[in-house]
């Protein structure tokens, strides 16, 4: 996995609330049995019209955030369904932050398993960040995963919280499968028990 | 010993490994496995030489993207789907896992196939890649969904690393009236706590109209837990759930029954179990519901109207307004005028034999409106024999619905049962999201029955009229 430390980069802002994994890749695109390659069709329905044109208003497709790396947005972002389809075609575009009051549980967890940071922080704040990301591309956002900070353009600092095992494992880039086969003994010893305790399983 | 809640006992029962930090490694004894979220879960396997750790605890099941209609079994015409069919097969035969392909009858939607085949048992961990593998909660199961790179970890390890989530109790108090389901149930909830209102919390389900439903009905009020935002929903195993799971073909016999039932029965809550959220509904107060916007909270009685966007405060006056401009309903229409062009009846939300049955006692003797289109789903195989044992094939056919074979359909509309843009679908599927059953498609969500009665009608309608 791509290790996550600090970035600076231009922010989208997209104040949507409920922003839905429906939304975010669209059915017709889980066909795939790639990981890569669906930035192109990240919030495909909303960024173009029904003959494939980009939609101009959409704001991934105006020039200032073309190459935004963070994005903004409303509460509740990533309800839905649990398709990891969702952070790869936001990875795939180039976003490596998204910051929201809140986030769905699963959309969330499934972040971390591809070098993205999703950031919960109270709506004031992110209304002001939403508020600094409406400037343009003149606004760049820095998020330190480290110092667990998110600083705007204009130097104002707001930190967040991060599970400490899931921070270690994006600042490490770290495999999860390889350090849970580490305890496979745990594993085995749990199995054994259980195969006694509760033999129908 | 601290009281415990149904949560907190399943959860202490599978932690294989915890560590300092209190993160968990949480045992899995049963995954749920389907075409479209596994693909590259098991190549992630093989590029790393690993095995499925406990093939024997893995069940695979195409059915998001399979077709509905005959023929399939011999072709599948679109070749993205194909391809994902095809590559579940090979997976499931090359790593051993419990598998039923369309040829199979007992194939259909994962999520109903898991507990028909009694794979789902009480105080078990079950997960899929699958949102709705909330479902199983009505067991008295921890069941959630989980992306395809935790797939790769339960496949590799049978474990998934977890930090537990809060408590929160759900009772639905007294008795429902005629013609409110456990649909009205679950999407009541969500209208009361919102689709967020879930986060951080596995739900309990309780109270009398719940312990009053049938399985069937209770995995339909476990299923949209996840429509909530919680991590999972729950429901105590009891005599309704003993009596369904016996003589399933994968439930313990003989002593190892008898030793499971003791188990299952300590599976509550402890009476004085710490809550950290309750919310309360009286059954009596339910109404046969529908949705009007595309969110699932967006959740009204079909007596009530069209809301405006100034009904609501903060994020939800925007998102009312995008909601009714991309429905197409203005402000103060009766929901019950709102004229529809398809229904669909199906899904892991509405797809067993009990809603079938429901759909067809409305619909008996009775024709659909002239230009609906109407099709039926079953949820697998042997719910669609079942329904033709039982004579319901039969009053769907002469009432006008497509009598289709299983699967997820138009639910999501992966495979080719889709709306055309503006077309209107009356669904008892679980989610209205814009574009979900096919772009600019419109969903109303609602139960088997009041599906049933819009068929009749050719508008959203109270079902209580035709009863």
């Known amino acids: 996995m791509e290790k996550f430390t600090t970035i600076t980069g231009v922010a989208a802002p997209m104040p949507m609330i409920n922003v839905d994994t429906d939304m975010i890749i669209p059915k017709q695109f889980l066909k795939t049995i790639k990981r890569t390659g669906l930035g192109v069709n990240l919030f495909d329905e909303m960024r173009y019209d029904d003959d494939g044109n980009e939609i101009p208003d959409f704001v991934l497709n105006k020039p200032q955030y073309r190459n935004a790396e963070i994005l903004i947005a409303g509460e509740n972002f990533g309800c839905g369904s649990s398709r990891e389809h969702a952070p790869w075609a936001i990875k795939d575009f180039g976003i490596r932050c998204v910051i929201a009051p809140s986030f769905a549980d699963i959309f969330y967890n499934n972040c971390f398993k591809n070098g993205i940071l999703p950031i919960a922080l109270p709506q004031e704040q992110v209304d002001a960040l939403m508020n600094d990301a409406g400037k343009g591309e003149n606004a760049r956002i820095t998020v330190d995963l480290e110092a667990q900070t998110v600083t705007t353009s204009d130097g104002e600092s707001f930190p967040f919280e991060v599970d400490a095992f899931k921070k270690h494992c994006l600042l490490e880039g770290l495999d999860d499968i390889a350090l849970t086969l580490e305890k496979q003994a745990s594993i085995q010893s749990y199995e054994s028990r259980i195969a006694v305790e509760r033999p129908w399983v | 010993m601290s009281p415990k809640t149904l949560y907190d006992k399943i959860w202490d029962a599978h932690v294989a490994h915890e560590a300092d930090d209190g993160t968990t490694l949480l045992y899995i004894d049963r995954h749920l496995v389907h075409e479209v979220t596994s693909p590259q879960a098991f190549e992630?396997?093989?590029?790393?030489?690993?095995?499925?750790?406990?093939?024997?605890?893995?069940?695979?099941?195409?059915?998001?993207?399979?077709?509905?209609?005959?023929?399939?079994?011999?072709?599948?015409?679109?070749?993205?789907?194909?391809?994902?069919v095809e590559a579940l097969d090979t997976n499931a035969r090359e790593f051993g896992l419990h598998y039923y392909p369309v040829t199979d009858i007992r194939q259909g939607i994962v999520h109903i196939?898991?507990?028909?085949?009694?794979?789902?048992?009480?105080?078990?961990?079950?997960?899929?890649?699958?949102?709705?593998?909330?479902?199983?909660?009505?067991?008295?199961?921890?069941?959630?969904?989980?992306?395809?790179?935790?797939?790769?970890?339960?496949?590799?390890?049978?474990?998934?690393?977890?930090?537990?989530?809060?408590?929160?109790?759900?009772?639905?108090?007294?008795?429902?009236?005629?013609?409110?389901?456990?649909?009205?149930?679950?999407?009541?909830?969500?209208?009361?706590?919102?689709?967020?209102?879930?986060?951080?919390?596995?739900?309990?389900?309780?109270?009398?109209?719940?312990?009053?439903?049938?399985?069937?009905?209770?995995?339909?009020?476990?299923?949209?837990?996840?429509?909530?935002?919680?991590?999972?929903?729950?429901?105590?195993p009891d005599e309704t759930t003993f009596d369904y799971v016996k003589g399933r073909p994968h439930a313990p016999k003989g002593a190892q029954w008898e030793a499971a039932l003791t188990w299952w029965k300590t599976l509550k809550s402890d009476d004085d179990a710490h809550w950290d959220k309750v919310v309360t509904l009286k059954g009596e107060d339910i109404a046969p519901v529908v949705t009007w916007g595309t969110s699932p909270e967006d959740v009204l009685p079909i007596t009530a109207s069209v809301p405006a966007p100034e009904d609501f405060t903060g994020g939800k006056v925007d998102a009312a307004r995008r909601s009714l401009e991309y429905?197409?309903?203005?402000?103060?229409?009766?929901?019950?005028?709102?004229?529809?062009?398809?229904?669909?009846?199906?899904?892991?939300?509405?797809?067993?034999?009990?809603?079938?049955?429901?759909?067809?006692?409305?619909?008996?003797?009775?024709?659909?409106?002239?230009?609906?289109?109407?099709?039926?789903?079953?949820?697998?195989?042997?719910?669609?024999?079942?329904?033709?044992?039982?004579?319901?094939?039969?009053?769907?056919?002469?009432?006008?619905?497509?009598w289709r074979l299983a699967g997820c359909s138009m639910c999501l509309a992966m495979n080719p049962d889709q709306l055309a843009p503006g077309e209107r679908c009356a669904a008892t599927s679980n989610r209205n999201f814009e574009g979900r059953q096919g772009r600019g498609g419109r969903t109303h969500l609602l139960s088997p029955a009041m599906a049933a009665a819009a068929a009749v009608t050719g508008h959203l309608t109270d079902v209580r009229e035709l009863m």
Request: contains cysteine.
């Open chain 2, 327 to 402: 429905m197409g309903l203005k402000p103060g229409t009766p929901l019950s005028e709102v004229a529809i062009d398809t229904v669909f009846i199906g899904s892991c939300t509405n797809g067993r034999i009990e809603d079938l049955r429901a759909a067809a006692a409305i619909l008996k003797g009775r024709k659909i409106k002239e230009g609906i289109r109407a099709m039926v789903v079953p949820g697998s195989g042997l719910v669609r024999a079942q329904a033709e044992e039982e004579g319901l094939a039969d009053i769907f056919t002469e009432a006008g619905f497509e």
């Open chain 2, 44 to 84: 992630g396997l093989r590029l790393a030489s690993r095995k499925v750790h406990a093939p024997d605890k893995t069940i695979a099941v195409p059915d998001h993207n399979v077709p509905t209609t005959e023929g399939r079994d011999v072709f599948i015409e679109n070749e993205e789907s194909r391809i994902q």
């Open chain 2, 113 to 236: 196939v898991g507990p028909e085949q009694g794979w789902t048992l009480p105080g078990m961990t079950v997960v899929c890649g699958d949102s709705h593998t909330a479902t199983h909660g009505a067991f008295g199961a921890l069941a959630h969904g989980i992306g395809t790179s935790e797939v790769e970890h339960v496949l590799a390890t049978q474990t998934l690393i977890q930090t537990k989530s809060k408590n929160m109790k759900v009772e639905i108090t007294g008795k429902l009236a005629p013609g409110v389901t456990a649909k009205d149930i679950t999407l009541a909830v969500i209208g009361k706590i919102g689709t967020a209102g879930g986060t951080g919390y596995v739900i309990e389900y309780c109270g009398e109209a719940i312990r009053d439903l049938s399985m069937e009905g209770r995995m339909t009020v476990c299923n949209m837990a996840i429509e909530g935002g919680a991590r999972a929903g729950l429901i105590a």
